[in-house]
């Protein structure tokens, strides 16, 4: 059976934008990346944070606010400068605070949504025009399990991660006949600094340099959606799958524990 995406093994030389690189699988990506012969241009809001990551000298520091359309503007002119484009980009930048309803914060919210997904939006607006006009090329986005379905103090987090993952299946349909990959991550816990803020025990939890290879094993073999780790992800699937009065049951009873 053809696989949904191009198969990509071989990392030499290609061009590679990591955004949200300066932590967690960002910067797990951008190590491995890097270790592959990719030539790597990496985005965090900080530049400082990213001459601690990598090489500036060999790579692009692309420091970047995915909140402001004008830097991602500024990044892709840097990008046409320095490559003439771009082969793959990597969408890592995320935030997270546990929010229960009750405890809602409305900035919160507002930060959550803008940096989760409004950032992706900004983000197509500049480098769609440079894939199709390659007419090849990938775009990975890393999402989560927590939009699989609605779980206890997601409030904010569960829901852009929720239409994250519509937006790579609405991505996947408009950009494949152009010859142009969307890759989809949903990792289960990765030990980050805000997975840090968890008061409960995180099951099947891995490093960010296990996601990073895990995502990397999935574009070799050309998936679309990349979930892992699969002994925990498999579950939340089947969750997801429940008639609603035995996931309400079962949620009810993860949110009192």
Not at 44 to 51: K, N, V
Not at 121 to 142: E, I
Not at 211 to 240: C, D, N, S, W
């Amino acid at each position: 059976m053809k696989s949904l995406n191009p198969k990509i093994t071989d990392w030499r030389d290609r061009r590679v934008w990591i955004i949200g690189a300066s932590s967690g699988i960002g910067a797990a990506l951008t190590h491995r990346l890097a270790q592959n012969g990719a030539r790597l241009a990496v985005s965090a809001r900080t530049e400082s944070a990213l001459r601690d990551l990598i090489d500036g000298k060999k790579h692009l520091l692309l420091p970047l606010d995915v909140t402001d359309k004008a830097g991602f503007l500024a990044a892709q002119t840097s990008l046409l400068n320095h490559w003439n484009g771009v082969d793959m980009i990597f969408y890592c930048a995320g935030t997270y605070r546990p929010m229960r309803t009750l405890d809602m914060d409305p900035e919160v919210v507002e930060q959550t949504l803008a940096v989760n997904l409004q950032g992706v939006f900004n983000l197509l607006h500049v480098c769609t025009p440079m894939l199709t006009a390659a007419g090849a090329g990938g775009l990975c986005l890393v999402a989560s399990v927590a939009g699989y379905t609605g779980l206890p103090k997601a409030l904010a987090y569960g829901p852009s991660k929720a239409a994250l993952i519509n937006l790579a299946q609405i991505l996947y349909t408009d950009l494949s006949p152009k010859n142009i990959g969307v890759y989809l991550v949903n990792p289960g816990f990765v030990a980050t600094r805000l997975t840090d803020q968890n008061d409960f025990k995180m099951p099947a939890l891995i490093s960010p340099d296990e996601a990073a290879a895990e995502i990397l094993q999935g574009i070799a073999k050309g998936r679309f959606e990349v979930h892992f780790p699969r002994r925990f992800t498999y579950i939340m699937k089947l969750v997801r799958a429940l008639p609603d009065r035995l996931r309400f049951a079962i949620l009810r009873q993860v949110a009192s524990s």
